[in-house]
Each structure stands twice: as C-alpha cells, then as structure tokens.
C-alpha cells in the first residue's frame, strides 16, 4: 500500500495518534495530549537552542498511519562537536513501507540541514523521555519512559538504523531494604558529620531546583549523550514539578554546605492517567483523583547524581538509602531506576549489588545520512 508522508502542523492530531494505534494494548500509558503538545510548542525552553520538523504518513484512504519529528538539538552538537540530527516521537503501524517514508522524510530534511547522523528516538533529547523499549514489553512503562510495541525495532532495523547504545531500568522491591554491609558504608560516610542527608525545602523550590542544576551538570558532564540543562529549562521544570512535589520525592546530600548529590523519586503517575486516554474529561476526573489517592503503589527513581569530587565517598549509597526509606513511608512496593547507560558499569554494579535487577532494556539508535 502507498503512504504518502507529509508536515503536519496541526499538534493536535500529532499528539493524538498513539492513542489511536495503541488502544487496545493493556501496558502503554502515553502523557496527556495537552502535556506533548506544550512540549512540541515552539515556546517551550528546548526550542529556543533546537529546532523541529512534525511529519505524518497517510494511507491512500487518507488515515494517519505514523508520525515522526526530526530534531536538531544545537546544543547538543555544540557540546559533542557533532553534526547530529535526531528522530523522535515516532509511532507507526506495523508497515515497512509506512515506516520507511516517515524515516526517509524526517533524514532528508536533516541532511538539508547539514546533518550527517541521525540518533534516536528521543522524545526530543535525553533530558526528556528518549529510547525505544526492547526488552520488557509485558509489563506498564512508568512515568516518563516510554513503551513501545516490539515491531518498532524491526521497522528501524530495516530502514538502516543500527544500535549506538542500550539503557537499562532496574527494579527494586522496597521490603528488602539495603543489605547490612552496604548499611554499614553508608553509615560509615556520615561518620565524621560533615555530611547531611536532608529533604528539600518545598517552599523555596526554585532555590532546591538551581542546586539540583549544579550537581546535574556537573555529576553528568562526561556521561554518553548528556546536554546540560539551560536556566530556562530548569525553570520550566520548576513550574512542572511544583504542583507534584513533596519533600519525600527530592532530596540532598551536602558535605559541609556545599550540596554534593541529589535524587529525584517521583510517583507511578501513570497509574491514574492510564484510564484518561490522555484528556481529562468531567466523567474521569474522579477516577484519576481515586487512583492518585488509593492506587499508586510504586515510583521512579529519575536521577541520582553526585558532582565527580564527592564520589568514592559513599553518597550514592547514601542516596539509594534514603530513597527506599521515602519508598517505603510513601507505601511503595517497588520502584524503578531508570535509565542507566549499559556501560556504566559503577553505578550498574552498586544497583546490582543493592538488589536491583534489570527488567527493562531500551535501545538508542544511529544511522550515518
């Protein structure tokens, strides 16, 4: 069947195509449809340093088949001194062909741009949402990962995308605690006082969120893929999390006063948005209130970070201590840590070896245009 492939600019049908092509899948959960479309609005902070192109494909009856964005993220290349282009937001149906033009459409505008890699899916960069499930597709995603059907790697195999690097997501079942001996470490690291483990201070959030800034862009300027976060888009994260945030969800390490490592947890919100079909309406707006209240029984560790001078001394078990405690205040069965690189091998090891285990694996993809 021919597809025909062309811009879309109307964020709307964009945002509200994978709720079309995955109704009846019992484990995707997308974001609310307003939430993707203020993402891809050009006010938002990632667009003042990026730049986008929406395509949709069409069957010949005139149904949306798949949609897909190119993305150059300018920062990105200015920081890695590449010529990068990305692919995100891609959902299609289970069609070579459909799949193929939409690829085709999104590289030959990158190439126009200069561009000689095309990197994904990212959603639109690797402070967000970014991977492409492979392994663990019988289970939910959680907040802020993505789920995807299997075919999706076929379809990027076959247009000529091979594996850069996979991350991995790990579980972790709250009852276990932290085994005795690595108690004992993080017990050790607090010996001679001059390191607190202290929530954050809801009230002055915006003061909390600079400090989660420093640590970020200084714990993971050497990591595989990382963009620092520009002040605009801390303050628009800011203004995402305040309504979200309790004390139980941020918290900080400080050596003296310097703060030297944070971890952000944050609720299975997926959980109570899963029944929304990503709108609220009057007629679900109790479901999601009885959810949030009665079925959240698990979370997300979203990051952990330790500024380079302060490793080796603990923190991160530290941190890793503290979140199962928070866990386990705030009723949480397990929890899951994501995303890791598969290479980094430090903080792998430490998951492991604290009862993790990996149960989800995500795929970023490359291919030279």
């Not at 019988?138 to 802020?144: A, E, L």
């Not at 009723?331 to 899951?336: A, I, R, V």
């Amino acid at each position: 069947m021919p597809f025909i492939v062309r811009e879309n600019t109307d964020l709307e049908s964009f945002a509200a195509f994978p709720y079309a092509l995955y109704a009846e899948s019992p484990y995707w959960t997308g974001e609310l449809k307003k939430d993707v479309m203020k993402l891809l609005s050009p006010s938002h902070p990632f667009w003042f340093h990026a730049e986008r192109k929406l395509f949709s494909a069409y069957s010949s009856d005139g149904k949306m088949a798949g949609r897909i964005a190119a993305i150059i993220n300018h920062n990105h290349n200015s920081f890695h001194d590449e010529k990068c282009g990305f692919f995100g937001f891609f959902d299609c149906i289970n069609d070579e062909q459909a799949a193929g033009a939409l690829f085709k459409a999104a590289e030959d505008w990158l190439r126009e741009k200069g561009m000689d890699i095309v990197r994904g899916p990212a959603n639109p960069s690797s402070n967000e949402t970014w991977g492409m499930l492979l392994e663990g597709f019988d289970s939910p995603n959680v907040i802020m990962m993505p789920y995807n059907f299997p075919y999706y790697n076929e379809l990027a195999k076959k247009a000529g995308y091979e594996k850069e690097k996979d991350l991995f997501a790990f579980k972790f079942i709250t009852s276990g605690g932290l085994p005795e001996r690595f108690e004992k470490i993080a017990q050790r690291a607090m010996r001679d006082g001059t390191v607190k483990v202290y929530l954050a201070d809801i009230k002055n959030i915006d003061r909390e969120l600079e400090k989660v800034k420093e640590i970020y862009n200084k714990a993971w300027e050497k990591n595989w893929g990382f963009v620092p976060m520009t002040q605009a888009e801390i303050e628009r994260m800011a203004q995402d999390l305040k309504p979200l945030l309790k004390p139980q969800y941020l918290f900080f390490a400080g050596v003296k006063e310097d703060p030297a490592a944070f971890c952000l947890i944050l609720p299975d919100f997926n959980i109570p948005l899963r029944p929304l079909k990503g709108s609220f309406t009057p007629f679900n707006l109790p479901v999601f209130l009885w959810k949030m209240l009665f079925s959240i029984k698990s979370g997300r560790m979203l990051a952990l970070g330790v500024k380079s001078e302060y490793r080796n001394r603990g923190l991160e078990l530290l941190m890793i201590k503290k979140s199962i405690e928070c866990a386990k205040e705030l009723g949480w069965d397990w929890g899951e840590l994501s995303w890791t690189l598969e290479d980094n091998d430090k903080i792998n090891s430490v998951i492991k070896a604290v009862g993790g285990f990996v149960y989800k694996k995500y795929r970023i993809y490359r291919k030279k245009i």
